[in-house]
């Protein structure tokens, strides 16, 4: 198939010279109009035919496409391409109609490289003369194919021929009239039958070339519809489809027998299942390619395939009102030999856009190299989306059993709606967009060409009036009516296998030329756009041009044509060399060079750079610049040969110039055969170029050894020169340097100074004939340069060995690894060359141990590498291959154990290889006690290790893990293995474990010994450590810790003491966690103890709570009063400073009592203890308020304490009723003292919140009522509604009806299956009786099926509605119950909170910017990427913890600031800092948030906290804040720079969000309700209140100047959160910040923005390690997590997880949700190889790669 070229074909050239001329048609009666031709002829036409250009010269050219180009993929089956034609230039002189107007209204397009545009005027002159003088109306549709047809408004078809003259005039008296205007037309594939549709509804078939009507139908359009569709099906035009405005779709035959006038026609499909809109058929002239012919059988098969687009519309009312939906359905179907659906896909869009579908012959590559195919393509489009689609039929014609299929191959996204599409070739296609914009783009690469073409000066023409059926009285559907302003199929046509388009104008005919690639090239290069056509040709000869028009050649002969082209541009610009000088290079560079194989008399590459410096070589400056535009391409190997002249020139300008360095880069990259030898060498010399020396003599000589020997002398003579006071010079140690690194590669086999093979043939390379240079033979010569004993010109005083002396002398350590990496290749493992290793090693040894010549000695470090050099040799030689002295051995002992020396670890290593070779053993010198003692002495704890395994003294192995700092993390699971069942070392070795790691002591007791449990803790009952915990609360704790996640343990016993131990301990060191301990552990302890414990520590809430637990709720309630009695006092008594910090805890402390009163109300205690403990509790408030008010404080302190006497109220209205707390208020003295005032606004507070919370009442329980309502409704329906058998109408038992006439009996029906029975007739057959009764027991017997109790159980159907009522009831528990579980995973959590969150506050939680598109990237960018994890790694140990801006944290989880937490839950921030400490982990406060900097640091003292801060315009506000957070304890300050405005969340604005009124922002409450900083949050002026709010009050102004202001406001550490580019995390650092959160603020700000895991590398990249760089959004699992860490971030935050956690269950929830993602993230790394945060590697992510191809 590669060996065929398409024939050259001309599809415009088919209207022979034979055709009637025009007198014929005139003088020929049975002509369709005579008069109409007569008048048509009596215009002034006669100058036309002999001034207009020929249709086939404008548009005739040769094709130039090959199906089968070396490389297509999906190429072209042989398109001719176009070319300019002249019409434009003699269009002024053509025929115009009528009064010559004509010529002025129609203007040509304006041209661009892709397109040219033309205008037939003499057919436009003839359409405008027949409306004007033949009454034939406007232009309504037109056909191209050999002929142009173009159909008028009353009934008339003009038909032109190639020389633009009327050959034809169709139709058009007063019988074709009255069918109405042309509405679509058809050729069949030689052009000698016309189909036409009318708009009334009938269809003609018109014999072209005698111009004779061949048949005409009325009935096949259904009555009162018009013909919006007709189409061939077939070559010849022997049969056709139509499709009428009702939206049906007929078939006709267009034979008549004799005597049969019947329309022959059957209908395909009936409008009364959708509409169809659109039809394609499969014909087979339409998807062949000229000069290339399918299968016999596959051409018959095409011809009864079409594709139709149908409406499927669907009302949907709302209010009055009704919207249309519309939904498109592409349906293809088979017409013969049956009919049948073979492939359906919908097809979405905007409701007024129209469907469009084309079939394409297309060269399909198949997978896996196993040929091609020449196969249709069916495109399908509507709106933005096209689909491309193969039908692959050829294996069903040879394998008739199996069915066609469609195969997608591509789906495109486009930038606007389209109009129509046309295929040019097999890979290019053009569309029209929505606003008459013509594009062309490329099915390959799925890309467009840049230009557009706009033709709206084309005013193409609508069939708007035939889709909304003005001409049958408008019986048209809405969705008709609705896609008529776009309907255009028949004002738009392009001819099979043609680069041109024709559309039809309301004045005229235009054609739209495709340009040839060359012509492109042309046109951009007279145009002045050099780098436009580089570019192009560039693409051409990688087969990546966008939309190019014959590149249908072979490679060779692609590359020939670029060639020439690409030096006749070079030639054209040769003249302005110097203005164009870099382009000139980058054209040479595009033509192949003479390497590649281009025959002698082409072009090259070299040719056009020859010609560029022949111009430029008598002008220094131009020579100069030619220089450089080469450099960029000979240093990237582009270039690697040039004239000698060039180089000669080059050397001595470089030279003279200075830049001897990229002169250097050049000679070792060019070809040895273009230098001048003796010019370079010379140069080399004299300017000490290494590089180029050695290369020289590499590739031209084929010698390894000469320059080795030279430089080796230089450097010795440096050497000599240096005193043993003065250090080496730069020059010196650079020239070592490259000594070391081609000793390496030449003794490595590789090439010097490009990496390369050292071989023959390698490029460049062209050594003498009678050298023969490989790889080993290097090796050797340069290894026997290295240990001759004298140079060629030695002295008498020369030492031995002078070259090793010289190299040892410059870096003994550099050399030695030198020789060791040599020795690792395969030549030194053979006899020759073990020889030649003992050689060079006695050698080295006699060097450096035996010299006697004091002033060649080499010093201490040489002879400590050597030592360790031979050390490493003898361990990986082969055993019984290498040999040492005794003396040398001695000394190698003495050096690897001295404690004093350096290099510990690589010569403790070296023992430990050493000791692995058994061959050694008799040479060590020393016994096995003697290297014990040495190995202890050194520290060598894993060297003691070996030698206590050895001597089977396996209880000191445990001793080097405890000893050595680098392994004691691995004692455990040695424990594990070794001494698991050893007693006494695990007791007495018990203070070290522990102090080692007590949670890994912790679970190895719990889990392997629990039984020494007792004895263990009373061995670290008294030791404490250095910190001062005691390890026995650190080891109880993580006990603990494993008891509360795994449960019961076999074998794991907790006494009661053990519990009241821990409860002791756990109160000394963390009484904040008491009363939560307790809470987990309920039943494992005693009530007595504990409770005298508590009280003992002073633990007044875990007294309260003991107590309340028993039933002594009284008790409880005075412990908790007393306490916040105290605390209040407390507060008042301190300095004015701590009062508002002091306040924070008593109100935490407040909330606990409202906590207990309110769960004492809601189980059903409401007695006079809880309304007591409220107004108790108020009492204390009040009055501290008064005494405040007394001592005249500061007025944020009487704020705060009214606000918490508002809070009391607002929290007691929902147990006690208002009256009564008024009533309490007004009667008790401690309330009458004083003035009304004081209690004024409180009672005001408790009036608002008592209506607000009524109104709430009354809403919830109306929709709770209508939802109740509703489901009743729905039930009642579900239980009245009846079960029909799907598996016919009788019993399959008894085969006799289900219902009688007299009694319903009752039946069991099977909905899986479908089948049914009588009652008693399964009974008769069940084996068990009571079987009838189980539901779930019953089987089908028909088809022996047995369906579980909720998917398909038997439901008996009685007559009673109730019992079937029930049955729904009872499965719905059913299906309920199952979907009840353990949370287990985020998911699990969000479920969980979306059914406590209010609407308002959910949407606010959940929701993103605009359409979400981030919001979902955040998620989709993780699933993405893909993990590549390690095996065979031990990590049996794992250490999740990390070092955060110096603060130590357990996880790289952190939560990360989000606000208005108490939306979710009462308990807000504070619970979730209570879970972060917990947890050891950051919790970031939102500066909007609902609990204040003192509230959190109260509620979690311990916590590593940061602030989140944006910043007010009011900058005193923001520097309070600043002061207050550090005050309070927090450790750094997160400012957020992405969020100048708040982004618009859609549900917001919808749901009119504004903070409730019971809620506030806490860090400005001491402003009080009228500031700046508070007031707006609670109200909305109609939009989102937070946005209103954000808008008034933050800072727009923010530049990166202010990022400095506020490091000088603060003491604390400012990160930068929401940098999304690398460019503004260096500025951020260079504004001094501390470290970089990147963040698109949960997808809330701007949307489309990238997905942060997907950012994060960039800005990883660009930080270059100088700060941290955490990372937020789309967090919801463990491996997201280890994910992000791969990537480069030190620590994750996560904010929605944590809030559904909240709302779940506030701090419970909150600690789940942190416990999940650690549980996940700590077997990611376990499974992935990893064992720490640190030693995660980057290259544990990649990313998904698309590889699917068209």
Known sequence: MSDVDDDDSDCWSTVSKELPTLESILNDDAAGNPSLVQELCDQDVTGCEQKLPSLESILAEEGDESLTSDDEFFESAGNPSTSRSEAESKSSTGCVGGNGSQSETIRPLDDNSVVEHAVFRGISSQISSASMHADAGRATAIAVRGSIAVGMTHGLVLIFNANQSLSSALGGNTETKEYGSVSCMDWNADCSRLLVGFSKGSVSCYDAVRGRLVRHFTQPVSPGCGTLNAKFTDGPGTRAVISDSGGSVWEIKIKRRLGDESDSGRCLFSGARGEVVSIAPLVPAAHQSPGRQLMEDTTRMAGSILAMASFLVATISQGPEKNLYMEIMVIVVTTRPKLGVIFSHPLPGDPRSLPLMSWQAVVIQLPADRGRVVDPVFTFCR?????????????????????????????????????????????????????????????????????????????????????????????????????????CYYSFASAPGQARLVFLGMNGVHAITLRTWVKRVDYLLNNGRHLEALALCDDVLSNKAVGAIGVGQRKSERRAAASKLLSGMVEALKSNALEHLQICVAYSMKIPSSIGGISSDSVTRENAIDTIFDYVKDNHAAVLAFFECLEPKVLAGEITFLNPAIVQTLVEMYEAEGKLDVLEDWLVRLEILCLDFDQVVRLCVKHSLVDAYISCHNRGLGDFVSPLEDLLVKLDAHLRSTSESTLLGSEAIQLGNKILVYISCCLGGRAYPLNGPLMASAPGYSPPPQSAVTASSVKFRVLACLTSIHTRNAGDDEAAYPRLRTLLNFDSLAFLNVLAMAFEAEEFKTDLGLRQKQRLVDILIQIVFEESRTEFKLGEAASDNLLLFLA??????????????????????????????????????????????????????????????????????????????????????????????????????????????????????????????????????????????????????????????????????????????????????????????????????????????????????????????????????????????????????????????????????????????????????MLVIVEACQRNCRHGLADDASTEGWFSLLGMVLKAQRRTDAAALIPSVSKGLMDMAKHLTASMLSYVSLSTILDKLLRDPSYRTGKFGEVKDLILGMTKAYNYEATVMESARNLSFNEKAGRAVQLV???????????????????????GRRQLPAIVFFRKCGHWFHENCLNARQADSDAILNKSALKCFSCSASDNAVEASALNLRASSAKVGSMYLSLTNMLNERSRGKILCIDDLRQAAVEKIPKMALDYYRSGADEQITLRENHLAFQRLRLRPRFMVDVSVRNLESEILGSRVNLPIGIAPTALQKMAHPEGECASARAAQAMGTVFVLSTIATSSVEQVAAAA?????????????????????????????????????????????????????????????????????????????????????????????????????????????????????????????LLALDYGADAIWVSNHGARQLDTVSATIEVLPEVVEAVKGRCDVFMDGGVEKGTDVLKALALGAKMVFVGRPILWGLAHDGFDGVHTALKILRKELDLAMALSGCTSVSSIPTTLVSRETDRGKL
């Open 383 to 487: 709106d933005r989306e096209v689909f491309f689609f193969q039908l692959t039929y050829t294996a069903a014609l040879l394998h008739p059993g199996k069915p066609m299929q469609f195969l997608p191959l591509r789906k495109l996204d486009l930038d606007y709606s389209l109009l129509a599409l046309a295929w040019v070739n097999a890979h290019v296609f053009v569309v029209v967009d929505s606003e008459e914009r013509l594009h062309v783009r490329d099915a390959r690469l799925t890309k467009e060409v840049p230009e557009v073409v706009e033709l709206a000066g084309v005013e193409m023409v609508y069939g708007s009036v035939d889709f909304k059926g003005f001409s049958t009285g408008g019986k048209v559907s809405k969705a008709m009516a609705l896609v008529a302003d776009r309907a």
């Open 1501 to 1625: 003292p311990d916590c590593i906290k940061w602030l989140q801060l944006y910043i007010y315009k009011d900058r005193k506000v923001t520097v309070d804040l600043l002061k207050r957070a550090e005050n309070a304890g927090f450790k750094a300050v997160a400012v957020t720079v992405d969020a100048p405005y708040f982004g618009q969340r859609l549900a917001d604005v919808r749901n009119q969000f504004s903070l409730p009124n019971h809620l506030r922002m806490e860090n400005f409450a001491k402003y009080g309700a009228t500031s700046s900083a508070t007031k707006g949050a609670n109200q909305s002026a109609g939009g989102s209140g937070i946005n209103e709010y954000v808008a008034s009050l933050f800072d727009q102004t923010l530049t990166w100047q202010d990022l400095a202001w506020l490091k000088r406001a603060t003491k604390l550490p400012v990160i930068v959160k929401g940098v999304l580019t690398g460019e503004d995390a």
């Open 872 to 1149: 490493r040799q003898v361990a990986w030689t082969e055993e019984g291959h290498f040999h040492l002295s005794p003396e040398v051995w001695r000394r190698l002992m003495d050096y690897l154990f001295s404690p004093a020396k350096p290099k510990r670890e690589e010569r403790q290593s070296a023992i430990c290889q050493l000791l692995g070779v058994k061959t050694v053993e008799s040479q060590w010198l020393r016994t096995w006690d003697e290297m014990i003692a040495l190995a202890e002495e050194a520290e060598f704890f894993r060297v003691c290790e070996i030698l206590y395994d050895h001597k089977g003294e396996k209880d000191k192995i445990l001793w080097c893990y405890l000893r050595d700092p680098g392994r004691r993390g691995r004692i455990f699971p040695y424990l594990k293995q070794k001494f698991s069942e050893d007693d006494e070392v695990i007791i007495s070795r018990s203070y070290d474990l522990a102090t080692v790691d007590a949670e890994e002591f912790a679970d190895f007791i719990a889990h392997i010994r629990p039984d020494l449990l007792q004895k263990i803790i009373d061995q670290l009952g008294s030791v404490k450590s250095a910190d001062g915990c005691p390890l026995l609360f650190a080891f109880l704790d993580a006990l603990v810790s494993i008891v509360n996640d795994e449960g019961g343990l076999r074998g794991l016993e907790v006494t009661c003491g053990t519990w009241e131990l821990y409860f002791d301990l756990l109160a000394e060191h963390r009484p904040y966690a008491v009363v939560l301990s307790l809470k987990k552990f309920d039943g494992e302890y005693r009530f007595d103890p504990v409770y005298q414990l508590c009280k003992k520590h002073g633990l007044a809430e875990a007294q309260a709570y003991l107590l309340e637990k028993s039933g002594d709720f009284q008790g409880a309630l005075d412990i908790l009063l007393k306490d916040v009695e105290e605390q209040l006092n407390f507060a008042l008594s301190t300095d004015e400073g701590d009062i508002v910090t002091r306040l924070a805890k008593v109100e935490s402390k």
């Open 1277 to 1299: 329906k579900a239980a009245q509604a009846g079960i029909g058998p799907g598996s016919g109408s009788h019993c399959s038992i008894c085969r006799k009806a289900g219902v």
